[in-house]
C-alpha cells in the first residue's frame, strides 16, 4: 500500500512539474507562450479572429506552440514512466 501512495505522489509532483514548464515559439513576428500540460490528445485552434478578422499565420503558429508544449509533456511524462512503473 505505500507504494501505490508513493506512486501517486510521485505522479502529482511531475504533474505539478510539468504545469510549471512554459514552451515559447516565435514564428513571422508572432511570440507565443504556452504552459506545460498533461492531455490525452493535442490540443489545436480551429478558428481565432480578431476584430472579424481570421488570422492564418496566427492560427498556425499558436497550433505550433501547443504541439511543442505536448510534445515536452509527453516526453517529460516518458521520461519518468519507468521511475512511476517501478514503485507500483
Not at 514564428?27 to 476584430?51: D, H, Q, R, T, Y
Amino acid at each position: 500500500m505505500f507504494d501505490k501512495t508513493k506512486a501517486i505522489m510521485q505522479v502529482m509532483k511531475l504533474k505539478k512539474e510539468i504545469e510549471n514548464v512554459s514552451y515559447d515559439h516565435e514564428e513571422n513576428g508572432i511570440v507565443i507562450n504556452v504552459g506545460g500540460f498533461m492531455a490525452m490528445g493535442e490540443p489545436k485552434v480551429k478558428n481565432l479572429s480578431v476584430n472579424g478578422v481570421e488570422n492564418k499565420a496566427l492560427i498556425e503558429a499558436i497550433n505550433k506552440a501547443l504541439k511543442k508544449a505536448a510534445e515536452g509533456s509527453m516526453k517529460k511524462m516518458k521520461e519518468n514512466s519507468e521511475a512511476l512503473q517501478g514503485a507500483v
